[in-house]
């Protein structure tokens, strides 16, 4: 990495855009070559700043530093472009990309989640992020915002539905957790003991490309499965209510019978 263009690590901060310790993170991590050290200075060049940037969008994407460090290795390897932008595909892209916009408090406020409590549980679930210092906030996901919206529209009260969203949440990360270990140990460690050839790594992402389908569609069957089992075992009275109606008969006349 060589360039007659140098820059202090404040210099290289400000230019990309980051912050100085997120600089100091990325060389921890090691997805950012170290500078070059003369006397008690580090210096860094152009080529640092094109891969401080490269961190910037992977990261927006929603890939994490590990992946990020492993998808600049396999570059550094050697292997084949469609092979590695695969990878990336894969693991940076999310699963469901949604366009983002942004509200306001006053938006907020007609769900409830303008309160600061209810609007720090909301961000910690990843359904907003604060835009700006000016009281603007960022749709992270569309749908679980609409998700929540729904929920209190139906009379569930704020604090209810942001409690289930903390419950989903907690139970998918305990179904991705087990995902993950199934990936590291029948792809990842093979993969890593493998000769690491474009078919090698093709083979990874097939596995990404078919897990991440699988457990989401999966998942969906399973608890539609579920979720009738449930009612029809515990409200018997509301399932025939519904059938009557859907029949003709009101509920009220279904409760007569």
Known sequence: ????VEYTIDELARIAGVTVRSVRVYH?????????????TGYYDTAHLARLQAIGRLLER?????????????????????????????????YHAETTETVSVEELGKYGTATPENLR????????????????????????????????????PV????????????????????????????????????PRTPDDLAQVTR????TRNMSTEAAAELISRALQRSLEADTPELLDAVRDVETGHSIRDAGLR
């Open 1 to 4: 990495m060589t360039s007659s």
């Open 159 to 194: 604090e209810r539905a942001l409690a289930e969203l903390e419950r989903l949440t907690a139970d998918c990360d305990r179904i991705a957790a087990r995902h993950v270990r199934l990936f590291h140990e029948l792809i990842w460690e093979p993969y890593k003991r493998s």
């Open 28 to 40: 921890e991590r090691g997805v950012l070559p170290p500078p070059r050290v003369r006397g008690r």
């Open 62 to 94: 929603g890939m994490k530093l590990a992946g990020i460090k492993e998808l600049f290795e396999a570059w550094e390897r050697g292997e084949g472009l469609a092979e590695v932008l695969g990878l990336v595909d894969q693991v940076a892209t999310p």
């Open 121 to 156: 549980r909301a961000i910690t679930l990843g359904v907003y992020e604060p835009a700006d210092d000016a009281g603007t906030y960022r749709v992270l996901s569309p749908r679980l915002s609409r998700f929540g919206a729904a929920l209190i529209d139906a009379g569930v």
């Open 207 to 210: 596995y990404l490309a078919v």
